[in-house]
């Protein structure tokens, strides 16, 4: 199995966010730095923040996290093992979810919702502007242009460096670019869910980073071919999931999660697998299973 101690998060390549903001295209998500049901404080905080300076001695200079992943916790286990952070590491973050409890998500879309998050999130990560800040979820109890107004407006006065959106569709995500620049689209794709190809096929064209959340199959069915071609390499099938969406698009940005350092050694270890144009094919070629679905913002499948 590749990636166990040596493989950099470069061996991906760079993807730029904008002219003067790139990241390795090997991410980090931090939603599984918390506890069950993405609630709470994590089993060991202290793996957690482990992990976290493990990304980065890998070579991991993007982690995406949110205000909702706890709440709080994800961000602020972020700035306890890594603040002071290091020139060129990008930290985006999203708001516009509440938590009622363990497992539970409910668009939250309000302006002055936004503003609240925003604010609470700068000072968790003790920064005074988010490189990336990006709008978890459309609530459709606001009208959409309400709450990238918000973003828009916060951006203005400095405390947003880029904005991004999250599970959008096409008309959204024209929408949003009709209002500011947009920088990433973070939806939910991998191999066996691919409802938003055309979201990504738009990404492509426009250079937008395409973030995909749930990148590895979890506990999906795994399609013969795929556990075939994972062996024929010698590499794991969560490593081959990772290496055909970086083989893909160029566009994407993979932001494996986990709380765990010997699996994020493992996961940016795909970032050095390179398939063959058959391979890709084949993989392709799959039949992507439908209504399978994870939790709003997910990051990640392991935990």
């Not at 590749?2 to 390795?24: K, Q």
């Not at 691919?194 to 426009?206: F, G, H, N, P």
Request: proline share 8%; aromatic share 4%.
């Amino acid at each position: 199995m590749i990636g166990h101690n040596s493989v950099p998060a470069a061996a991906a390549g760079r993807i730029s966010l904008d002219p003067e903001m790139s990241v390795n295209r090997m991410g980090f998500g931090a939603m599984r730095l918390t506890g069950p049901g993405i609630w709470g404080e994590p089993k060991d905080p202290e793996e957690c923040r482990r992990v976290l300076r493990r990304a980065l001695e890998l070579g991991v200079d993007f982690i995406d996290t949110a205000d909702s992943y706890g709440p709080a916790v994800s961000e602020r286990l972020i700035a306890e093992a890594l603040h002071p952070y290091p020139a060129g590491l990008v930290i985006a973050t999203k708001g516009g979810q509440v938590r009622p409890g363990p497992g539970q998500w409910v668009p939250e879309g309000r302006p002055e919702h936004l503003r609240a998050a925003l604010e609470g999130s700068l000072r968790r990560l003790r920064v005074e502007r988010i490189d990336l800040y990006q709008l978890h979820r459309p609530d459709p109890k606001v009208p959409f242009d309400e709450s990238v107004g918000a973003l828009v407006d916060m951006k203005r006065e400095g405390k947003i460096r880029a904005i991004g959106v999250s599970n959008v569709n096409l008309q959204q995500l024209e929408g949003a670019r009709g209002m500011t620049a947009v920088v990433s689209v973070q939806n939910r794709y991998n191999l066996t869910d691919r409802e938003s190809e055309d979201v990504l096929q738009l990404c492509e064209k426009l250079g937008i980073a395409f973030i995909p959340w749930a990148p590895i199959l979890g506990g999906e069915v795994e399609p013969e071919s795929v556990r075939r071609i994972a062996g024929e390499r010698g590499i794991s099938t969560r490593q081959l999931a990772l290496a055909w969406i970086l083989a893909h698009s160029t566009q994407t940005l993979p932001i494996p999660g986990t709380a765990s350092v010997a699996h994020l050694e493992e996961n940016v270890g795909a970032a050095a697998v390179r398939l063959t144009p058959d391979e890709v094919q084949q993989l392709d070629s799959l039949s992507p299973a439908t209504g399978v679905r994870g939790q709003p913002g997910e990051g990640g499948r392991r935990a």
